[in-house]
């Protein structure tokens, strides 16, 4: 499997957050995990929930909630935080499909 491909992200505050992303793989019957953190070694600020949409293209979303995007720390390009998606086949093998970091901007307008 290649290493994985790098993918940045910005997530505004306290508004749902979508991905999509596909590989190169039928992923059907795989489960996928994705953690954002300030480093490898941190605690998790937030999972996301991941769906497989289109299994036999390697089709997949991450998803954060409003709720969850608030409760991330505001970044800058100079201090991003990191996300990966690790992809678990049936027969246990893992492999990082997806690497990044993570830009979170401040909410202003709040209702």
């Known amino acids: 499997m290649p ?5 940045n ?4 505050q306290n508004s749902d957050f979508l991905g999509t992303a596909s590989i190169e793989e039928d992923i059907s019957y795989c489960n996928l995990y994705s953690q ?11 999972s996301f929930h991941t769906q497989i949409t289109d299994g036999p293209n390697g089709g997949f979303q991450f ?4 709720a969850q995007t608030l409760a991330l720390p505001v970044t800058t390009s100079n201090y991003p935080l990191y996300y990966d998606i690790l992809l678990v086949r049936p027969n246990g093998t893992q492999t990082r ?9 401040q909410e202003i307008t709040r209702i």
Do not use: N
């Open 3 to 7: 290493a994985a491909a790098v993918f």
């Open 9 to 12: 992200i910005r997530i505004d």
């Open 36 to 46: 954002i953190r300030e480093s490898g070694v941190s605690p998790i600020l937030a």
């Open 63 to 66: 998803s954060l909630t409003a």
């Open 97 to 105: 499909v997806i690497m990044g970091s993570v830009t979170v901007t």
